[in-house]
């Protein structure tokens, strides 16, 4: 099972947390500063955290130099990701 995850990445904020959608994908909020991959080191450290990952399953795969990025994600399935963003974000999941 893999999944892609489109993020906007906002750097520097006060802490690192899922902040919520973002048009077909997610907003993250990292505390670490965009310089020499630390924002990046940080948005992969949250999203192992968030999504109980391990780190070798979760790898950027474009815009590593920019806000919106997309990430690789191994072994979960795409309605799991979400649920578990949304959860972490404090949104609600409608019914379907």
Same mark, same amino acid.
């Given at each position: 099972? &893999?999944?892609?995850?489109?993020?906007?990445? &906002? #750097?520097?904020?006060?802490?690192?947390?899922?902040?919520?959608?973002? /048009?077909? /994908?997610?907003?993250?909020?990292?505390?670490?500063?965009?310089?020499?991959?630390?924002?990046?080191?940080?948005?992969?450290?949250?999203?192992?955290?968030?999504?109980? +990952? #391990?780190?070798?399953?979760?790898? =950027?795969?474009? /815009?590593?130099? &920019?806000?919106?990025? =997309?990430?690789?994600?191994? /072994?979960?399935?795409?309605?799991? =990701?979400?649920?578990? +963003?949304?959860?972490?974000?404090?949104?609600?999941?409608? #019914?379907?």
């Amino acid at each position: 099972m &893999s999944a892609r995850l489109t993020l906007r990445v &906002s #750097p520097g904020a006060a802490r690192s947390v899922v902040v919520g959608r973002y /048009g077909a /994908g997610w907003k993250v909020r990292v505390a670490a500063a965009p310089e020499d991959g630390k924002a990046n080191d940080a948005v992969v450290r949250l999203l192992v955290d968030t999504l109980s +990952l #391990p780190a070798q399953d979760v790898q =950027i795969v474009s /815009g590593r130099s &920019s806000r919106d990025k =997309i990430v690789a994600l191994e /072994g979960m399935r795409p309605a799991e =990701i979400e649920r578990r +963003l949304a959860e972490a974000s404090g949104a609600r999941e409608e #019914p379907k």
